[in-house]
């Protein structure tokens, strides 16, 4: 069992920036890959950035090249979402999740993954 906790959304205007951080707890945080995924409402979840569980591999949407960052400090079993010149249209939920699959792997789908924060809001305003 993994359970995740998002933290660090909030309001900020477009151009603005925001760090998200994910907190696990259960299962051993370095043995896991980390996504974050998002979702606005009327539309599906939306991959956004993927690190294995060595951080050595990362993988992003193509809407986020560029501007975001994932990273993890195993140390401290916490996955964050650096977001840098937000848009309007990066306003969504934002849900951080675990995939446990063997061989690690950096998966972009939402089925992928086997355990799922509660999310964290992040608004842009224009």
């Known amino acids: 069992q993994v359970q995740l906790v998002e933290s660090g959304g909030g309001l900020v205007q477009a151009g603005g920036s925001l760090r998200l951080s994910c907190a696990a707890s259960?299962?051993?945080?370095?043995?896991?890959?980390m996504g974050w995924f998002r979702q606005a409402p009327g539309k599906e979840r939306e991959f956004v950035a993927a690190?294995?569980?060595?951080?050595?591999?990362?993988y992003y949407g193509d809407s986020v090249k560029g501007r975001f960052t994932i990273s993890r400090d195993n140390a401290k079993s916490t996955v964050y979402l650096q977001m840098n010149s937000l848009k309007p249209e990066d306003t969504a939920v934002y849900y951080c999740?675990?995939?446990?699959?063997?061989?690690?792997?950096?998966?972009?789908?939402?089925?992928?993954?086997?355990?799922w924060g509660q999310g964290t809001q992040v608004t842009v305003s224009s």
């Open positions: 999740a675990a995939d446990l699959a063997v061989p690690p792997r950096v998966a972009t789908t939402y089925s992928a993954y086997d355990y």
């Open positions: 690190i294995k569980r060595s951080a050595g591999s990362t």
């Open positions: 259960g299962r051993s945080f370095s043995s896991y890959a």
